[in-house]
């Protein structure tokens, strides 16, 4: 054996790559049976370092109409009909490690002898990609091309040369033959064939099927002239599955005796060309990949448990091997498992040289809570074969967990996964939701039974058990173009919600369906924070009007369209801020299709705003809210300065469209709303005295004073505490006397009241307690209310908001407060305001010594009779271009005037 390898060794040596041992270059694609011959042919390749399949050119082909070898491939134009022609059918290639050194075998067929009988080989070190009909890479210095002819015979070998920028006038071998291309070799006659009778040393050649072949089919001996193809092939100058002469050819190069700095190629490009030129553009190109140079990993997983102190120590261990012919540095080899803290890396400073391999071992103990998401890993090999990258990955599955503690864990897992007293993302402060997508996380263990979620069992159903598998691909219906791809549990996602439930699949690469989970999004089922459907856990949400978790604790950001808020209400008042800036076609200004804006008022301060054509508030500045009681289903707002009309605002408030707070209309933005059942902004969104904190000093409830009220809270968010805190189930008996038991958490009673009217108070001991129960019932009857309120100071307890039929109107706390320390409430929003002190001002301005008695005098006078009707001519002028707005507004009203001349209406 050693001889052998010697004597290969110096074939190589010496050029010779039609003599080599490993393959045949005799002008037919079958090997030679006969015992004393051990080199292979393409039809029985198995020890090369790398080979193609036999690419066929209508598959792997494209056409090309503009383009060529000076140019990047990138730079190539192909053809409008992608479809290629005959002069190229099949082509294939091979590479071998002979005694350390690169030997490449590459060949070809055609259907049509008669067509092109120019061909270029490509050999590159980048890889080149075919992309439907384009290609896509770029050339590298040291590229090989061969290019050769079979009619008239010669061969041609230049390198990608970047720093040749044109053709030599007298070209030599050496010289730059075009641009980008250096000439390494030019060959004719029967130098250049392969086993010819040349005495010439061959570092390439080529040959092809000139003679009679031995290879033909002995029941026909007519077909003696014809090799047979070892693959499909169809010719018009043979039968079927015959090739006829000059149809077939092969060819051999030693890269290492044409430039001793590349040995490492990813790609084959083959090509028919219409001349022997280098500027002659391919016309059919095939393309294949061809590595040379590649590393190879191999890794497992294994593990040991410790129950007593429940940790599992994962162990990550394989080998990396240079299976290439040039030497790989920079190797290093990373092991990340699906936790954080697993990440390994193992660097091989010495490299590998080409044959070489390494083993590696790595090994991280995680506690047993861990050990549920550190059963897979991708194991990641890199370095370098001179400036070539190379790279392996390889995903690994650790073996399960032992029995008892996979069965613990998981009965410790499950035991966590439904938990009622979490929000419902579906129904928030008794209000349904609209969900719009889910934040899901995709969990190590599927979990699967009544216990896993808050839904109703036979609405939803899980289907498999992906249990942990990486990595894997979520697709939602609706979305399977889509797909998402998860590198590790834990790991959150966000799906789209579309109808009335969503289905996913939990798909891998090596299994096309691992796992499929369908529950109900319509909300008539409950969604909680934490519930488990099979392997993935619910963390967020989000609503149609970008509603979030946070409104589970911040109710304040509950406020989506504020006419789903008010219900079957209707619109009665809103109240509008004046802005600086003009907002009207920008999408974030609001979401009405009907609102008609003209005009612009550019910031102006000291305007007028009249409501559907009457002047209602005047001196009105940047920043200031105002009040609009809305009267029809349109409402005219219109803004003026000193009668000219500057914008007019047609807003439509009959809730055919959505309307959200901090919506824009030009100049005016949406601040508040009243419902003509008095549901405001303020029912939820408004600090308010919380019973439990004074000046954020934590406090703890002595006694409630709470209020029989004999009907619901009319209100959209009708107290303080999260949905979690407090529950509501039934209504009130609508009828009075009432009974009215108090209990604890645990249904235990603590204080009985009969005979309960409407508006009559009750104080409740609630010392101590971290909740109550109220049972409200009429004649001794079931109880029709059943209400808990949380009273641990967990959660805000605020006079006079509601809990059902019960209204909180008063409490004491251990550090002694009660409801009469609660600050006042904050003031309302401006309604009219006439400024009179420009007329005072003009006043003295004239020397009238009357004017501020005068004022005093007339405000005096307004109060004592305090209803009046009022005409201001001064702030009110009249213009002609202010159509449709009347001057005069005449109401009864209390007026309170400041110092300044400053009155509110």
Request: glycine share 6%; proline share 5%; aromatic share 8%.
């Amino acid at each position: 054996m050693f001889i052998l390898a010697f004597l290969a060794a110096q074939l190589v040596l010496k050029g010779q790559v039609d003599k080599l041992d490993v393959f045949e270059l005799d002008g037919n694609p079958y090997a030679f049976t006969e015992a004393q011959h051990t080199a292979e042919d393409w039809d029985s390749i198995a020890t090369a370092l790398a080979s193609t399949r036999i690419l066929d050119s209508k598959t792997d082909g494209i056409r090309i109409c503009a383009g060529g070898d000076s140019l990047d491939i990138n730079e190539w134009t192909p053809c409008p009909d992608p479809k290629v022609g005959s002069g190229l059918t099949h082509i294939f290639a091979a590479a071998y490690n002979v005694s350390g050194d690169l030997a490449i075998y590459f060949g070809g067929d055609r259907a049509d002898i008669s067509k092109e009988s120019y061909f270029g080989y490509w050999f590159l070190q980048n890889e080149i990609t075919r992309n439907h009909h384009s290609l896509a890479g770029e050339h590298k210095n040291g590229d090989v091309l061969i290019l050769f002819s079979l009619e008239t015979p010669y061969i041609r070998v230049a390198l990608w040369d970047s720093s040749c920028t044109h053709a030599d006038s007298n070209l030599t071998v050496g010289g730059c033959a075009s641009a980008n291309l250096r000439l390494e070799r030019q060959i004719s006659g029967t130098d250049m064939i392969c086993n010819s009778t040349s005495t010439e040393n061959k570092d390439v050649c080529v040959v092809t099927n000139e003679a009679t072949q031995n290879h033909y089919d002995s029941m026909s001996p007519a077909l003696g002239v014809y090799s047979k193809a070892p693959w499909s092939f169809t010719s018009n100058q043979a039968p079927a599955g015959y090739l006829p002469k000059f149809s077939f050819f092969e060819g051999g190069m030693l890269p290492t005796l044409l430039s001793d700095t590349v040995s490492c190629f990813s790609t084959v490009l083959a090509s028919s060309r219409s001349s022997e030129t280098f500027d002659a553009h391919p016309l059919d190109v095939v393309v294949g990949e061809l590595k040379t140079c590649y590393i190879e990993l191999e890794a497992d997983c294994s593990y040991e448990t410790t129950l007593d102190t429940k940790e599992v120590k994962y162990t990550i261990s394989g080998s990396v091997s240079n299976l290439g012919i040039q030497s790989v540095s920079e190797v290093i080899v990373t092991a990340m498992t699906t936790t954080e803290t697993g990440k390994m890396s193992t660097t091989i400073s010495d490299g590998l040289n080409g044959g070489e391999a390494y083993t590696f071992t790595n090994s991280i103990t995680v506690s047993a809570e861990l050990s549920e998401v550190t059963f897979a890993a991708i194991v990641h090999a890199k370095g370098f074969a001179g400036t070539v990258p190379l790279n392996s990955k390889k995903a690994i599955r650790c073996p399960a967990m032992s029995t008892v503690m996979k069965t613990e864990t998981k009965a410790r897992f499950n035991s966590q996964a439904k938990d009622d007293s979490k929000c419902d993302f579906c129904t928030l402060f008794g209000i349904k939701q609209n969900l719009k997508s889910l934040t899901l996380m995709y969990e190590p263990l599927s979990c699967q039974g009544p216990s896993c979620n808050s839904q109703i069992h036979n609405n939803t159903y899980v289907l498999g058990h992906a249990e942990g598998q990486l990595p894997v691909y979520i697709i939602s219906t609706g979305h399977e173009d889509t797909p998402i791809l998860v590198n590790s549990v834990n790991e959150p996602f966000t799906v789209p919600v579309h109808g009335n439930t969503v289905t996913i699949h939990i798909d891998s690469m090596d299994s096309p369906l691992l796992e499929v989970i369908s529950f109900d999004t319509s909300c008539s089922q409950p969604i909680r924070e934490g519930d488990r459907f099979g392997s993935l856990s619910v963390l967020d949400f989000s609503t149609v009007y970008d509603v979030t978790k946070n409104a589970c604790e911040d109710p304040c950001t509950l406020v989506g369209n504020i006419c789903d808020i008010v219900g079957d209400n209707t619109l009665d008042q809103m109240t509008f801020k004046y802005e600086a800036k003009n907002c009207i076609d920008d999408p974030i200004c609001h979401s009405l299709e009907k609102l008609n804006i003209t005009g612009e008022t550019l910031g102006a301060n000291d305007v007028e705003i009249a409501v559907n054509g009457e002047i209602m508030y005047t001196n009105v500045d940047v920043g200031v809210l105002f009040e609009v009681f809305l009267t029809r289903p349109i409402t005219q707002l219109t803004i003026l300065q000193y009668g000219t009309v500057l914008q007019t605002i047609l807003l439509p408030v009959s809730c055919i469209e959505p309307m959200k707070l901090q919506d824009q209309y030009g100049s005016l933005s949406l601040q508040g709303f009243v419902s003509e059942k008095g549901t405001t902004e303020k029912n939820f969104c408004e600090d308010s005295c919380d019973a439990c904190h004074f000046d954020d000093t934590e406090d703890a409830l002595k006694t409630l004073t709470i209020r029989y009220e004999t009907s619901n809270c009319p209100y959209y968010r009708c107290n303080s505490q999260a949905s979690n805190k407090f529950s509501v189930k039934g209504g009130p008996p609508g009828m009075e006397p009432v009974s009215i038991i108090i209990t604890d958490k645990h249904g235990k009673v603590k204080e009985n009241y009969s005979n309960v009217y409407f508006g009559q108070e009750l104080e409740v001991n609630v010392w101590k307690e971290e909740e109550i129960g109220i049972s409200i019932s009429y004649d001794d009857a079931n109880a029709s209310q059943n209400i808990s309120i949380h009273t641990s100071c967990a959660a805000p307890i605020v006079p006079h908001e509601h809990f059902g039929a019960i209204s909180i109107t008063g409490f004491t706390t251990m550090n002694g407060f009660n409801e009469s320390h609660c600050p006042p409430p904050p003031p309302p929003p401006l309604s009219l305001q006439i400024d009179y002190s420009e007329l005072n001002k003009s006043m003295k301005k004239n020397n009238n010594p009357l004017a501020v008695p005068f004022l005093s005098l007339f405000a005096v006078a307004i109060i004592s009779l305090t209803v009046v009707s009022i005409m201001v001519n001064h702030k009110f002028r009249t213009s002609n271009d202010m159509v449709g707005v009347n001057r005069v507004h005449s109401d009864p009203m209390d007026i309170e005037m400041d110092n300044e001349g400053v009155f509110e209406v």
